[in-house]
């Protein structure tokens, strides 16, 4: 009877099994910890389990789910074919999400379809044995021997059990950045006034960097910054190699430039961004707008090597069993950058005319 009792619980679990999974708004949610629900709007998420990829990833239930890698979701089946799409090829699932009035990149990582779920197994109960018959005592009882104390039993160590499944995955640690001294400075290499420099391709290069922040941002390409960047990095070295500028004059110019390639770091960071939102190019990205970035990631390095920018970063990334993206504030980014540039750039400027 033990043996039917267990044998008709096992089918009922994998019974119910194949009803949840049959379900594409639970698609995968053994593995994401995540669950959604259809409505008039598209789909959203109704659930989220605890110490899952989801809730290490951010996500909350009532966000509204808009994309998933490059599948806009209307529908329960496109959730469905997203997530079996991601974990049939073992990459990671980018999610637009919705939440109030903003829109936000969220991540389920590579690392969600390696996660291990450990599912106990049904319990059966057993059926204690009937109680021993006891004879009937004898008319009459002889009597007993003395009593002789038992022995001395050693106690028992019990054995540890094996677990019977494995600890869930812990939810990611924000890493904190090292936050350096200070951020590149012309007054760290300038000491004394520049003596004999030459005028005209010095004064020439300094005109070109101070040209490369656009009059109008909100307008400008970043193919053409790019390619101005490219050519005052060739004056600046050809002005190194021909000795046309002293070796402090120099390294001056190389930090000055720092500057404007990490300002490049942060406009390529909105551009990305606005390709995966799909904004339209003459919409232009506000200050506040956030952009993803990860650990050991360009924008991270920039972030680390300039302090000041610290203040635009709205979420720290997340390292452990899975990837969690930070935000920051790209153009408030680069607009910081262009300004402590110039900053820079107008002190080394005013050092070369004191040599003259």
Not at 164 to 187: E, W
Request: with cysteine; glycine share 6%; proline share 12%.
């Amino acid at each position: 009877m033990a043996q039917r009792l267990g044998l008709t619980l096992a089918l009922g679990v994998l019974l119910a099994r194949a009803a949840h999974a049959a379900d594409p708004c639970e698609e995968g949610r053994l593995l994401t910890g995540v669950s959604v629900s259809a409505g008039p709007g598209g789909i959203s998420i109704a659930s989220v389990d605890d110490d899952s990829p989801a809730a290490g990833g951010g996500l909350r239930a009532g966000d509204r789910l808009v994309q998933a890698n490059a599948s806009v979701l209307t529908s329960c089946d496109d959730w469905a074919r997203a997530v079996r799409e991601a974990r049939r090829e073992r990459k990671a699932l980018l999610l637009l999400v919705r939440r109030d009035a903003d829109e936000m990149p969220l991540m389920l990582a590579q690392g969600t379809w390696d996660r291990v779920v450990a599912v106990a197994p049904p319990t059966v109960p057993t059926v204690p044995p009937s109680p021993p018959t006891v004879p009937p005592l004898p008319s009459t009882v002889p009597p007993l021997p003395p009593a002789t104390p038992p022995a001395a039993t050693p106690p028992v160590t019990p054995s540890a059990e094996a677990p019977a499944a494995r600890a869930p995955t812990p939810a990611p640690t924000p890493t904190t950045l090292p936050v350096p001294a200070a951020a590149p400075s012309v007054a760290a290499i300038v000491k004394e006034p520049a003596a004999g420099a030459p005028s005209a391709p010095l004064d020439e290069l300094l005109r070109t960097i101070a040209a490369l922040t656009p009059e109008e941002p909100s307008t400008a390409r970043i193919g053409a910054y790019q390619q101005q960047l490219l050519r005052v990095h060739r004056q600046v070295e050809s002005i190194a190699a021909r000795g046309a500028a002293s070796p402090e004059v120099t390294t001056g110019l190389r930090t000055v430039v720092r500057y404007y390639d990490a300002a490049e770091v942060a406009w390529e960071a909105d551009e990305e961004a606005r390709e995966r939102e799909k904004r339209p190019r003459h919409f232009p990205s506000s200050e506040g707008a956030t952009a993803p970035y990860f650990a050991d990631s360009d924008a991270e390095a920039t972030i680390v090597e300039f302090p000041f920018l610290r203040e635009t970063v709205a979420r720290e990334p997340g390292t452990g069993a899975i990837e969690v993206s930070g935000l920051w504030r790209p153009i408030q980014a680069r607009a910081l950058l262009w300004e402590k540039g110039r900053e820079q750039l107008d002190r080394l400027a005013e050092w070369v005319r004191a040599g003259r």
